[in-house]
């Protein structure tokens, strides 16, 4: 990944609220680059560059955390009444003059069940489930925030520390198969490296409020996890059908077996130009697998 060679690293901060598995990722990935990036958590971190921001408890961040904050990006999901936290919380905390971008992250549930059918940024959502609806309100109330914001739409993210590896070692995977069932997939690393490549090449590309983050390849669960057991040197357990498993997942489990789409990226890599790093789950996993190893 090249260096962000438009923006001066003493006159660009990067503010990341909510980080967890992308936002740490990304706060990771700019820092290397010599960027100061802060990063905010419900919870105390040891890390000095973090603070804390809980909406649900009313902990906001002091007025000059965002001091000269150039980037935003919100990895914060819906709060329980279907609207944004951040921009419930500290809405007047970004009206800041030095802010050029704001990326949000949302999800490709906002599009429901296209029974296997692919879905663009051009077609209209149509969410299935209570948190999509949720989701598409947020993304709605950060368009009408008038924040110069970009949503970037994320099917399944799974890299490094989280996978179906993961899933595997800690007994917790469940070996379903259903009949023409399809799920995209971004690694974490794509959704730093594409954002990335859209802060950098800003003011060259045609600016797009929605973008989906997805790899090349959206395919069945089960092959994901024969993939896995297969890097492991393991046996497959005998594939259970969904409608014999169905009772004993979790709702929020059955629900994402109820929605069917292949999500393009033909925005993002063939109009936008983005390489992916990770094209296909098999490239994904292979480098989870390797960090696992490490
Ligand atoms: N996981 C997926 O497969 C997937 C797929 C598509 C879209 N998404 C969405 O994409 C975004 C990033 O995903 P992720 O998996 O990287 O998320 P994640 O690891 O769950 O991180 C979410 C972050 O939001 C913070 N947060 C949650 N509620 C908050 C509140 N009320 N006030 C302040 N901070 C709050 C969390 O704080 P703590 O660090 O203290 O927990 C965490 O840092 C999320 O919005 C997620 O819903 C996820």
Known sequence: MKNFASLPINKTKFLILGCGFSGSFFAKTIRKFGYTALTSSRSQKRDPHSFIFNSEKGILPDKKIFDGVTH????????????????????????????????????????????????????????????????????????????????????????????????????????????????????????????????????????????????DEPCSQIEVIEYCYSLLGLKMPKPILFEDAKSELSPIAQSFWMENRRVSNNLLCKKLGYELIYKNYKIGLKNCFINSQK
Do not use: M
């Open 72 to 215: 935003i990006l919100s990895c914060v999901p819906p709060d329980n009444n279907g609207t944004d936290p951040v921009l419930g919380s500290i809405r007047n905390k970004l009206e800041i003059s030095s802010l050029k971008w704001v990326g949000y992250l949302s999800t490709t549930g906002v599009y429901g069940n296209t029974n296997g059918d692919w879905v663009s940024e051009t077609d209209n959502p149509n969410p299935l489930q209570k948190r999509s609806y949720f989701r598409l309100n947020c993304e709605k109330e950060w368009i009408q925030s008038g924040l110069p914001v970009q949503i970037f739409r994320l099917p399944g993210i799974y890299g490094p520390g989280r996978s179906t590896f993961e899933a595997i070692r800690n007994q917790k995977i469940h070996v379903i198969t259903k009949k023409d069932q399809v799920f995209s997939r971004i690694h974490v690393a794509d959704i730093t490296s594409a954002i990335i490549y859209l802060i950098q090449n800003k003011d060259y590309l045609k600016f797009h409020q929605i973008i989906n983050i997805a790899d």
